[in-house]
């Protein structure tokens, strides 16, 4: 399992509809990312949930854009006129993440386009998994591109993080707020899903993709961590929250029956 490295070459306009303020970039190899910052005010907890999520969808045989690390040399955006745009990049020279960009693709709209009932499934026990609580009516962080479905942003996964506390604990929430999931109505195998996906996610495979969480990535230090104990912490509460995943199976069960 590995990432792309590209270079950012331009910065084009930044997507003030994100919360952490990304932008649309063109990197070295032509093409165009949407770039998360790790200078952003969600830091790189943010970039290792956009990871960490990215790299699981893909795994369940979900679209999502091609992942790539993201470089930003020392000398970038030194004469951007926007003084917070110019902040934010010079905060974020190093390694950041960024996703491929979808041309032409439109907010995904539930109530024009159906979902089939096992892909829909997956997506919520992802969700539910990885506890994201931003794929709601709201905000469905789907996009149609070429009439299929894709899967953006996850940043607002693994909210455990940023408590830093308990987290094994934490692994065996059942995740209340799947009840505001924009698929849940549409997810009638859950069940299958479960299977499925476990399936996939075996421990070997958590391992595999905690260790692409770049050590610039995991970089507080504040209690005495390294990199590959702040890996380690991701990897506990993964397999944790995979071994006891009828927590959160039954409470999407549960909300589905009430929904429906």
């Given at each position: 399992m590995t990432l792309r490295t590209v270079n950012v070459t331009r910065y084009i306009t930044p997507l003030r509809e994100g919360g952490s303020l990304p932008a649309l970039a063109e990197?070295?190899?032509?093409?165009?990312?949407?770039?998360?910052?790790?200078?952003?005010?969600?830091?790189?907890?943010?970039?290792?949930s956009e990871l960490i999520g990215g790299v699981v969808a893909k795994l369940l045989n979900l679209r999502v854009p091609e992942l790539v690390f993201v470089q930003l040399d020392e000398g970038f955006g030194q004469t951007e006129g926007d003084e917070e745009i110019q902040d934010l990049l010079q905060g974020s020279r190093g390694l950041n993440l960024g996703l491929h960009f979808l041309s032409g693709a439109l907010t995904y709209d539930p109530v024009a386009t159906k979902i089939d009932g096992l892909t829909a499934?997956?997506?919520?026990?992802?969700?539910?998994?990885?506890?994201?609580?931003?794929?709601?009516?709201?905000?469905?962080?789907?996009?149609?591109?070429?009439?299929?479905?894709?899967?953006?942003d996850h940043g607002a996964?693994?909210?455990?993080?940023?408590?830093?506390?308990?987290?094994?604990?934490?692994?065996?929430?059942?995740?209340?707020?799947?009840?505001?999931?924009?698929?849940?109505?549409?997810?009638?195998?859950?069940?299958?899903?479960?299977?499925?996906?476990?399936k996939i996610l075996t421990e070997k495979v958590i391992r595999e993709i905690v260790d692409m969480i770049p050590d610039e990535f995991a970089n507080w230090t504040e209690n005495g961590?390294?990199?590959?104990?702040?890996?380690?912490?991701?990897?506990?509460?993964?397999?944790e929250r995979l071994k006891n995943s009828t927590l959160f199976l039954n409470e999407a069960l549960n909300a589905r029956k009430k929904l429906i």
């Open positions: 990197a070295d190899d032509d093409f165009k990312y949407v770039v998360k910052f790790r200078g952003s005010g969600h830091g790189t907890k943010m970039l290792i499934s997956m997506i919520v026990w992802m969700d539910a998994f990885l506890t994201n609580v931003d794929r709601t009516v709201k905000n469905t962080n789907m996009l149609m591109w070429h009439k299929e479905l894709w899967l953006i996964t693994l909210y455990f993080h940023h408590s830093w506390t308990n987290h094994m604990k934490q692994a065996l929430t059942p995740f209340a707020l799947i009840k505001d999931h924009v698929l849940l109505r549409f997810a009638d195998q859950l069940e299958q899903a479960d299977i499925e996906c476990k961590e390294t990199p590959e104990s702040i890996r380690e912490i991701y990897f506990e509460f993964l397999t």
